[in-house]
């Protein structure tokens, strides 16, 4: 089962009742304005496998969801963003085509 919300002009925070989504497999947040750290609650997503959340604001530490071993995991870390990450696939966006790179 997939979320794809990217491009849709969102605002605010990821809301922790997206970690009782559990069939999720892959989330798309991708091109919107979200901000805050993603919650805690995404490490009880067992079946996710591909995490999109560049080109937001997102910040903090989101080494919790290293755990989950997902496939292609991209958000604005690095020099692109405000998110640490250890074990993202990706840094940042394809400015090219502006999609989710992957």
């Known amino acids: 089962t997939r979320l794809d919300l990217w491009g849709n002009h969102l605002t ?3 809301p922790p009742e997206i970690g009782s ?3 999720l497999t892959s989330i798309s947040v ?3 304005n979200m901000r805050g750290p993603p919650p805690k ?3 009880h997503l067992k079946k996710l ?3 999109y959340l560049q080109k937001n604001e997102f910040q903090g530490d989101v080494d919790f969801l290293c755990g989950n071993e997902m496939e292609l995991f991209k958000t604005d870390c690095g020099k692109k963003g405000g998110v640490t990450c250890s074990c993202c696939t ?4 394809n400015a090219n085509n502006d999609k989710p790179i992957g």
């Open 41 to 43: 609650s995404m490490v």
């Open 49 to 51: 496998q591909k995490l």
């Open 30 to 32: 991708f091109d919107n």
């Open 12 to 14: 605010g925070a990821l």
């Open 90 to 93: 990706g840094c940042g966006y």
């Open 21 to 23: 989504l559990n069939s």
